[in-house]
Nanobody
Framework: QVRLVESGGGVVQAGGSLRLSCAAFGGTFSRFAMGWFRQAPGLEREFVAAMSWISGTTVYADSVKGRFTISRDNAKNTLYLQMNTLKPEDTAVYYC?????????????????WGQGTQVTVSS
């Protein structure tokens, strides 16, 4: 059984930074393709960033490219999302996701393990 637990969300002013963490329990973390998604009220869950395990390849949504950085620490079974220069439109519940796959996975339906989400609110 795989369990993902996000933390690090909160309220921040526009232009500020937050770092989200996603701790994984169970499974073989080092073999997971990992991703971050977000969902704003009334909208569908959308892709934010993904990272492969085999090559360290990262992929970002255009809306966050240059501002967000995804990283992982396999020794700690933890995935991170460093978010800088935050904007009000980044406000959403952020979810981490995992799947046993070799590449960086950007498709929501491919992931089969999800965390419960952490709220990020960016005030203007």
């Amino acid at each position: 059984q795989v369990r993902l637990v996000e933390s690090g969300g909160g309220v921040v002013q526009a232009g500020g930074s937050l770092r989200l963490s996603c701790a994984a329990f169970g499974g073989t973390f080092s073999r997971f393709a990992m991703g971050w998604f977000r969902q704003a009220p009334g909208l569908e869950r959308e892709f934010v960033a993904a990272m492969s395990w085999i090559s360290g390849t990262t992929v970002y949504a255009d809306s966050v490219k240059g501002r967000f950085t995804i990283s992982r620490d396999n020794a700690k079974n933890t995935l991170y999302l460093q978010m800088n220069t935050l904007k009000p439109e980044d406000t959403a519940v952020y979810y981490c996701a995992a799947v046993y796959a070799n590449g960086a996975v950007t498709t929501r339906s491919t992931y089969n393990y999800w965390g419960q989400g952490t709220q990020v609110t960016v005030s203007s």
